[in-house]
């Protein structure tokens, strides 16, 4: 394709300041959250922050540019799961707020830290409902969805206002805190050395909760009392970096464990111990459940359905108010992961375990015949002409699990459920989806938030109708040139492309997209390396090419259209399906 290179203009951003003493409230923003630790802002200017995002570049705050504020969020929620540091979201006022909010208020759901700072506008207008430009009273809709809102008027609160909002976003259960900052606070003027003089460092702004002993006693004695156990290992397990007491709190036991969707890798999921081929069994038998930063929610049928009625639960969480809040639970531990975790381990060192040998056994015999048949499902797809979702990951399967320390991002339905089942992950953090609330439209951000924040490579196995959710955030992958492949799964719609519409007025079907789209041809307009595959082996190849070149990539996967099945794996959750109605 020939492309004309336009060459930019000389340097736009504003000069100097003409009176070094004085400082304007942006200046004094940036430098408290450099202050504080933030490295690295991701968002989308305009009137009124656009100056302040030059000052944090500045300031050497990376500023991640994005097409779309909800990607721009999604990215700085990543940022915040990652890294266990708050992700930073910069917006406008009024659209460019909400759209942004919509991610801020899905990381307080999943319990990411992040910080979105939002100009607004002057408060006066905006009181007496008068007009102003962008007018929205922007805290009052926050407050409420997120985990902490805040509005700082005056340049001398901003200091504060950022420790605060840093505060709110890691301590205790971590989550989505909005600072608003109005147009005249950012643009108030203040003698720097006054200035300099505000800025400090919080101390202890992620303070440790030790679990009372009687909490961990009565844990440890439930524990050991177990013939058929589980350790069931959740993000908010993956979150706490606490990765090697959770690998001693199975190794030392020798209990099998579950790993949720996001904390797969915490431990290998190939680990002899691992019982994620017999969640049936585990859920209908286990007598007792340790649950470890996991919340009993829809996810694990909110602790009834196929779970043992008379098996009883440990839970480990820093959130007291979760507790029993879908079933009694016999054995809460409240502290953060790492307290916790130290309490139980030297707990256990002076009980004795009860658990019946023959659980594992049974658990591994059936693990062999449930892989074997998984398997068998996935070979037995491997020459499907055209290709199909198993088809395709029979391919995308070795070598994503050759590549162990590429972050795997993915969305979709049964793009999601099929790839995390089908893939193995053997590090922890290394896989990001659209988690609690089961969101379309994570897929870019996430992408761009995991590449920036870890510096490591990443793939995104995306359903096309989950790409379209923020594909235009593909070109800020290309213009940061980070080392992700975007691999899209072209069914031709939602579930899949072969839905009727039953009017036969020549629309097309409520899930039907574009069977024949090239999204390769999206990926070209930004500079990509882009790739159109039909077939398993040139899917592999450009796979294998694509990581290893760590550079933007985007593969146009084309699958049958009749390839998925409504709702991917979760269908009973229709309201038909749940009243078991036919038509
Ligand atoms: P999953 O979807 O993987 O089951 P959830 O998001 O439902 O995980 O649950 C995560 C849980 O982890 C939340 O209840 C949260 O309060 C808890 N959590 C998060 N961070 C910590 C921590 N540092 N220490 C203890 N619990 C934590
Ligand atoms: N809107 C939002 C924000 N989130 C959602 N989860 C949905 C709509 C509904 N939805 C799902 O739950 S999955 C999905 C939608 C639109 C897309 C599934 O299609 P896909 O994947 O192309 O991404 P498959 O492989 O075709 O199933
Ligand atoms: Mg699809």
Redesign the pocket.
């Known amino acids: 394709m020939a492309t004309a290179t336009i060459k930019a203009p000389a340097a736009t951003q504003p000069a100097a300041p003409k009176y070094p003493e004085q400082v304007t409230g942006m200046y004094i923003l940036a430098r408290a959250l450099k202050n504080i630790g933030i490295d690295t802002m991701y968002g989308l200017v305009g009137i009124p922050v656009t100056e302040f995002a030059y000052i944090a570049q500045e300031q050497n705050i990376r500023f991640v540019g994005f097409r779309h504020e909800q990607q721009a969020g999604m990215a700085a929620a990543t940022h915040g799961f990652l890294t266990?540091k708050p992700g930073v979201l910069l917006t406008v006022s009024s659209l460019g707020f909400m759209n942004g909010l919509t991610a801020t208020v899905n990381a307080t759901?999943?319990?990411y830290p992040m910080i979105q700072i939002s100009g607004s506008s002057e408060r006066a207008p905006i009181d007496l409902d008068q007009g102003a430009y962008e007018g929205l009273d922007q805290l009052s809709v926050a407050k409420g969805l997120v985990k902490a809102a805040y509005r700082v008027n005056r340049p001398e609160d901003i200091p504060l206002a950022v420790a605060r909002a840093y505060r709110a976003a890691v301590s205790?259960?971590?989550g989505g805190v909005y600072l608003d900052v109005t147009t005249p606070c950012l643009g108030a003027v203040m003698n720097r050395a006054d200035a300099e003089k505000l800025l400090f460092t919080p101390v202890d702004p992620?303070p440790k909760?030790i679990p009372s002993p009687e909490s961990v006693d009565r844990a440890v004695k439930l524990l050991a009392s177990a013939k058929k156990p589980v350790i069931?290992?959740?993000?908010?397990?993956?979150?706490?970096q606490?990765d090697e007491k959770i690998r001693k709190l199975v190794e030392s036991t020798g209990i099998p464990f579950l790993?949720?969707?996001?904390?797969k890798g915490l431990m290998p999921d190939k680990h002899p111990l691992s019982a994620m081929s017999c969640r049936s069994t585990v859920m209908s038998q286990a007598d007792v459940v340790m649950?470890?930063?996991?919340?009993?929610?829809w996810?694990?049928s909110r602790g009834h359905g196929k779970w043992n009625p008379d098996g009883r639960f440990i839970q480990?969480?820093?959130?007291p108010e979760?507790i029993d809040c879908n079933r009694p639970i016999a054995a809460p531990v409240i502290?953060?992961?790492?307290?916790?975790l130290s309490a139980i381990l030297s707990g256990l060192e002076s009980v004795k375990l009860s658990m019946d040998p023959a659980w594992i056994k049974a658990l591994q015999d059936e693990t062999k015949v449930k892989n074997a048949r998984f398997m068998a499902r996935m070979t037995g797809n491997a020459n499907a002409s055209p290709m199909n979702h198993w088809c395709a990951l029979n391919v995308i399967k070795p070598i994503l699990e050759a590549n162990p320390d590429v972050i795997l991002v993915n969305e979709g339905a049964n793009t999601l459920d099929d790839t995390r089942d089908a893939v193995d992950m053997t590090l922890p953090r290394h896989r990001v989806d659209c988690?609690?609330w089961a969101i379309m439209g994570m897929g870019m951000g996430s992408v761009v938030g995991a590449a920036v924040a870890t510096g490591k490579s990443v793939v995104a196995v995306e359903g096309d109708s989950a790409f379209g959710f923020s594909g235009m955030d593909f070109s800020t992958v290309c213009r940061f040139n980070l080392p992700c492949t975007v691999v899209i799964f072209n069914n031709g719609g939602i579930y899949n492309g072969v839905g009727v519409n039953m009017s036969g007025n020549g629309d097309p079907a409520p899930t039907t997209l574009d069977v024949n789209a090239r999204y390769d041809k999206l990926g070209e307009a930004f500079g990509a390396k882009t790739y159109y595959v039909t077939t398993p082996d040139e899917l592999k190849s450009a796979l294998t090419e694509a990581i290893a070149s760590k550079k933007p990539a985007l593969i146009d996967v084309q699958l049958a259209a009749d390839s998925g099945k409504e709702s991917g794996h979760i269908g009973y959750l229709n309201p038909a399906s749940l009243q078991n109605v036919i038509v």
């Open positions: 266990k759901v999943n319990c205790g259960r971590p992620e909760h069931l290992l959740g993000k908010g397990a993956a979150y706490a606490v790993q949720m969707s996001m904390a649950l470890v930063g996991a919340r009993l929610n996810l694990l480990l969480d820093i959130e979760e502290g953060d992961m790492d307290s916790s988690a609690t």
